[in-house]
């Protein structure tokens, strides 16, 4: 009865956890706080850094309760978690920085167009 009660409790733990993080989340999205926003850093606003650190950390916590990594073996967790983390960090820097190149060309594209 125990081993249920203490599932029970860590579920409620992990369900408070990743629930205090959407609500960061969604009231950073509704507010847009300008010292976040218009600060660039590395090609995006902070604020975006900040949705994508948030959404990475819920990413793991998901993966490390409900698909029990916590309970594997270091090694098969490392290689499980550390390839996805810097896949995701590649493909994020990737999309930041190409989109912002491909708004500056719309922009020039734009202007050679209309004048």
Do not use: C
């Not at 098969?76 to 930041?96: D, E, G, H, Q, T």
């Amino acid at each position: 009865m125990s081993h249920a009660k203490s599932h029970t409790a860590l579920i409620w733990k992990v369900f408070a956890f990743l629930s205090l993080i959407t609500i960061v989340e969604v009231f950073l999205g509704i507010v847009k706080p300008p010292a976040l926003n218009l600060t660039q850093v590395l090609g995006t606003s902070i604020l975006n850094w900040i949705f994508l650190i948030l959404t990475l950390v819920k990413a793991y916590g998901i993966a490390w309760y409900f698909m029990h990594l916590k309970d594997e073996k270091t090694w098969l967790r490392r290689s499980i978690v550390w390839p996805v983390v810097f896949l995701i960090a590649y493909l994020a820097f990737f999309l930041l920085y190409e989109g912002d190149a491909a708004g500056i060309i719309d922009q020039e594209w734009t202007r050679w167009t209309y004048n």
